[in-house]
């Protein structure tokens, strides 16, 4: 019997995905625009496939470094949206290129910075944040 249970904890864990990393994710696009209004931070949108290796291997190699996540908690109200699970907001939809991981930087309700999946963040990952930093300017 605990050999089942043991098994039948290892399948479900392998499809199991944590997303979030370090990162505090606001729960909605909604609550990010409320957030970002009462603070003045700009959003920072992830939209993502649930099938999408890129999208995860920023979640998995940014957003769990703390250089990263810390930037983003900071100057961010971040927000991940998983194209294929949930439906996207019509403000952030306009902006979606179709490609994922997209990743949008946006304030008040117009996008000022987009950016993608950077083959460049295999060799360095600190280029993320790099390119978070061209959003705030």
């Keep these: 019997m605990k050999k089942l249970l043991l098994v039948m904890l290892l399948v479900v864990s392998s ?3 944590d997303w979030a ?13 409320r957030i970002s209004q009462k ?3 700009p959003i920072f949108v992830d939209l993502a496939l649930s099938h999408c290796p890129p999208c995860k291997y920023i979640s998995t190699h940014m957003y769990t470094d703390d250089k990263i996540a810390n930037f983003i908690n900071k100057n961010y109200v ?3 949206i998983i194209v294929d699970e949930e439906k996207t907001p019509r403000e952030v939809a306009k902006y979606f290129s179709g490609y994922t991981p997209s990743l949008i930087i946006m304030k008040n309700g117009r996008e000022i910075y987009q950016f993608s999946f950077d083959k ?3 060799n360095n990952k600190y280029k993320f944040l790099d390119y978070l930093k061209k959003g705030l300017k």
Excluded: I
């Excluded at 990393?21 to 625009?33: F, P, R």
């Design 15 to 17: 499809f199991a995905f």
């Design 21 to 33: 990393g370090k990162v505090n994710w606001a729960m909605g696009y909604d609550m990010a625009k």
């Design 39 to 41: 603070t003045g931070k």
């Design 78 to 80: 971040p927000v991940l």
């Design 120 to 122: 460049e963040f295999l």
